[in-house]
């Protein structure tokens, strides 16, 4: 067997070769017009993002056939790399079929705008680094932004998947048990296929928070460092810092300040201040819309609606709205309070045990909540895992799981609004469950199971 890989291997190595080298020969001799006579568009897709898939799922098969015909994929790690590859060729092939794609053009657009020494659009809701990185890429045109920005999705979302087993394990869940969970999680996921499919930021600010979590008290300043990066590519992350601050660790405090500032003076250097000034002005027009979307799984929009059916006036919605919020905010910190005095989640320090609450703020805490930002509440969904033990308490936790990640985006009122009521869901019984000590029976079956299977 060992030989026939290394023989798959040293084959798909020179075939590779093979095509760069007539690629070469190709475009030396005829240049751009000799590889159009090779290459055709579909109608229906993207040609950059069809070169881009397929060449990195050709890339993967070569690095498959490498760890095995070298023998690197072992009992130790099979699993973990199994569940990689799957996700990986999955996405890839989901994503070549995409020939439109959404919220780069806002990053795009913003970024533009910073290259022209214009102000930043009012649909740029980000401080502006993210746009100040893009502007270095602006050249590219919009086809060469968008591949661009595709990559690092696809990037992010392998570094998701390392990350979130590595978190799962953290929070002493067993290693096979962890890539399973995170591989069925990625493979049906609403949320993560609106983040890919428009090319939104949500995979690498998630990539950044859990990094934060990992390296935490190992690596104080990549913690702190991770988590200022998380908070400058989108504001929300701020809310996890309470966190950390309970663990009264000075040193990454200040390791956080002195990040945050650094990075924030980078795009004062390239861009001046005024990027900074513009997004508090559309930050403040964010909470002035006043109509409703569908997709928008806010409590905003969710009232907003309400208002020609009872005339209510914006103003008094918009009073409401804060007010739900701030009853959430309680309600998150009296539960982050509760599971931190049980250690709910981690016996190893109070961060991890309030983190889960503060991630249901973070997301329904914003005045625009879209759909794809379901990937924010991965973990304490994930977490409840094993923590519940009554069949009751699994049945709503399953329809909370269903509304949030399985079922389809979609433009129906009040349906589309699961996605407000799951997190809210979760949060409850994060409450209710703070005091089970035990791995429910899932855990151990689970384990169980995987022991067999993998004997």
Known sequence: MKRALQT?????????????????????????????????????SNLAVTLASTALTWLLAGALLYLLANEKINKANVWLTAGYF?????????????????????????????????????????????????????????QGVMIVLWLVNVIALSAFYFLLVQVLQRYDFP???????????????TPLMRTLGFIQVNLLVMDLILLSLLAIPKNTFLSALALALAVHLKTSPVVIVLAFLLEFNWRWLAWFAAAFLVIGLFPVAVNGVEPYFQYVNNAVLLTQIPD???HDTSFDSFLRFLNPF?????????????????????????????????????KENRLLNAAPALFIFMTLGSPIVWDHHGMFV?????????????????????????LEFVLPSFDFFPWSYGRLFAPLIVLWLMYVTRNNDEPNPFIASANQWLAKLAG
């Open 310 to 346: 009872f005339g209510i006036q914006i103003q008094q919605t918009r009073i409401m709205a804060l007010a739900a919020k701030v009853l959430l905010l309680i309600a998150a910190l009296f539960t982050m309070t509760q599971n931190v005095r049980a250690q709910s989640f981690s």
């Open 378 to 402: 991965a973990l304490p969904f994930l977490l409840l895992l094993k923590r519940i033990h009554s069949p009751t308490h699994w049945m709503i936790f399953l329809a909370a799981y269903f």
């Open 175 to 189: 290693h096979r048990l962890s890539v399973v969970i995170t591989l069925l999680f990625l493979l049906v996921n």
């Open 86 to 142: 799957l996700v990986t060729f999955v996405y890839l092939q989901i994503l070549r079929e995409r020939f439109r794609y959404g919220d780069y053009h806002y990053y795009l657009e913003a970024a533009t705008a910073l290259a022209n020494r214009q102000p930043l659009p009012d649909t740029y809701l980000y401080l502006p680094l993210w746009a100040t990185l893009i502007r270095f890429i602006v050249p590219l045109g919009d």
């Open 292 to 294: 409703t979307n569908f």
């Open 8 to 44: 798959a291997f040293t084959s798909w190595l020179a075939l590779t070769l093979l095509v760069i080298a007539s690629l070469a020969v190709i475009y030396l001799r005829n240049g751009t017009a000799g590889l159009n006579l090779f290459i055709q568009e579909w109608p229906l």
